[in-house]
């Protein structure tokens, strides 16, 4: 394993490489995940594949975890501030399978959204057609290991003490589930890339010999 210094920009190429090099062709779809702490802001990097995927002709399906959380009433069983519940049972996992990750494959549509994770109720959102080749790219926090149909995972690393720091105080009650998501489901070595995020301006690739 060896640790290479890149530019934010080589994460998006090297991401984009991965995706387009994916095994099954320029017609089959590919369904990428980009996890990470929210301090990393994953939603950002999911953001900035767009364009260079659909530059290389490929239509894309932009997806959001927090837009497939369970119901309110599911997921807030246990108190607002349940870490093991935010670890084990926030994300509506059949409801991104069936209706967006399997959905591509096998019925050619995808759901941009399923709940709104403010107020939990449904966003009555319309299917939208996934063309031959689409890659569906989402984004989320604590989304690996989970049991989410994906092809290809890229994982935002911190230090533990990176994550704490940039942790907000009225949201230190989550990090007992970021302890036990690098302890049980250990996402460095799950994801097939993994960018190191300690230092934003600085990220560095993990690359497997």
Same mark, same amino acid.
């Given at each position: 394993m060896r640790v290479e210094p890149v530019t934010s920009e080589g994460v998006v190429t090297h991401v984009v490489e991965q995706v387009l090099s994916h095994g099954g062709g320029a017609d089959h779809p590919v369904r990428l995940l980009v996890? &990470?702490?929210? !301090?990393?802001?994953?939603?950002?990097?999911?953001?900035?594949? +767009?364009?260079?995927?659909?530059?290389? @002709?490929?239509?894309?399906?932009?997806? *959001? /975890?927090?837009?497939?959380?369970?119901?309110? !009433? +599911?997921?807030?069983?246990? @108190?607002? *501030?349940?870490?093991?519940?935010?670890? #084990?049972?926030?994300? #509506?996992?059949? @409801?991104?399978?069936?209706? +967006?990750?399997? !959905? /591509?494959?096998? *019925? &050619?549509r995808w759901l941009p959204s399923l709940r709104d994770p403010d107020t939990g109720r449904s966003t *009555?959102?319309?299917?939208?057609?996934?063309?031959?080749?689409?890659? /569906?790219?989402?984004?989320? !926090? =604590?989304? =690996?290991?989970? &049991? =989410?149909?994906?092809? =290809?995972? +890229?994982?935002?690393a911190l230090r533990p003490e990176t994550e704490t720091r940039r942790t907000p105080l009225d949201d230190a009650w989550t990090l007992a589930a970021y302890g036990r998501y690098r302890r049980e489901v250990r996402p460095e070595r799950r994801a097939d890339v993994v960018v190191r995020v300690d230092h934003p301006d600085r990220p560095a690739l993990v690359l497997r010999d």
């Open positions: 996890d &990470g702490h929210p !301090s990393t802001r994953p939603e950002a990097l999911a953001d900035a594949l +767009v364009a260079p995927l659909r530059a290389a @002709g490929r239509p894309v399906a932009r997806v *959001r /975890v927090r837009d497939f959380l369970r119901a309110r !009433s +599911v997921r807030l069983e246990r @108190g607002r *501030r349940d870490p093991d519940a935010l670890l #084990d049972e926030w994300i #509506d996992v059949g @409801g991104l399978d069936r209706e +967006v990750l399997r !959905s /591509v494959v096998e *019925r &050619g *009555r959102a319309p299917y939208e057609d996934a063309p031959p080749g689409t890659v /569906v790219v989402l984004d989320g !926090s =604590l989304a =690996l290991g989970r &049991g =989410l149909d994906v092809d =290809l995972a +890229v994982h935002l």
